[in-house]
């Protein structure tokens, strides 16, 4: 069964370095969507893109947050200058693409720490 | 603004009897509802969604979820809970208005005892 793959699966940083967390999303998948979890907090949404470009975001999506997808397979997020608050579980999903009332299907997630 | 309310943060449940994890939601419009399930060091995996029809919808692993439009909720059932059940649940709801962020409850962790 195709799966949403995320590298790495652990990411370790300092304070003010930047990041990229990779996402390969299910292959005929049209939305892409990265999400994050806070320990011992809720998941919540970040971004979504489509078309090659943001359809939605959150208020936690601010400047130091972009996302692309560089190439028909990877879909990244990449925070330019980390801070410690940063540190969570970045969850992507992907979707087909058909309707608000499709399935999300989600990777197994980063564990970004940020020291 | 949507949200979702979990109100319990562990429910614990014997081998064999029936499980129930609570979830009821807030939104405008009518709701699109989701229910999965997140394992040990993995990432969460959908169980079941109710989109429109029959109120009662059945999804992997035996799990069933029941809407109820009056009382605004969403329960997780099984009528025979199993060890391998043990995990934390999520509960997540998206309007029917074209946004498609969800939004999670805050989780509950199921543990079934042998």
């Known amino acids: 069964e195709p799966e949403v793959t995320q590298t790495p699966s652990h990411q370790v940083t300092q304070m003010g370095q930047e990041v990229i967390l990779r996402c390969v999303p299910i292959s005929n998948h049209l939305y892409f969507y990265w999400y994050r979890q806070i320990l011992g907090q809720k998941v919540e949404f970040l971004v979504s893109?489509?078309?090659?470009?943001?359809?939605?975001k959150s208020e936690i999506f601010d400047d130091q947050f972009s996302v692309e997808r560089p190439d028909g397979s990877n879909f990244t997020l990449k925070i330019r200058s980390t801070k410690l608050e940063d540190s969570a579980m970045y969850f992507c999903a992907s979707s087909e693409g058909q309707g608000a009332h499709e399935t999300q299907y989600f990777g197994p997630g980063t564990r970004l720490l940020v020291l | 603004a949507q949200s979702v309310a979990q109100p319990e943060d562990q429910v614990n449940v014997a081998e064999g009897n029936p499980l129930t994890v609570k979830c009821t939601y807030s939104v405008s419009g009518n709701p699109y509802l989701f229910w999965y399930v997140q394992y040990p060091n993995r990432g969460l995996q959908f169980l079941l969604k109710y989109i429109t029809g029959d109120n009662l919808v059945k999804g992997s692993y035996g799990f069933e979820a029941e809407f109820n439009k009056s009382q605004t909720s969403f329960h997780l059932k099984k009528p025979s809970a199993l060890v391998s059940d043990s995990a934390l649940y999520f509960c997540a709801v998206r309007d029917n208005r074209g946004r498609r962020a969800l939004t999670f409850g805050s989780g509950t962790r199921l543990q079934v005892q042998p």
């Open positions: 893109f489509y078309n090659n470009e943001i359809s939605e």
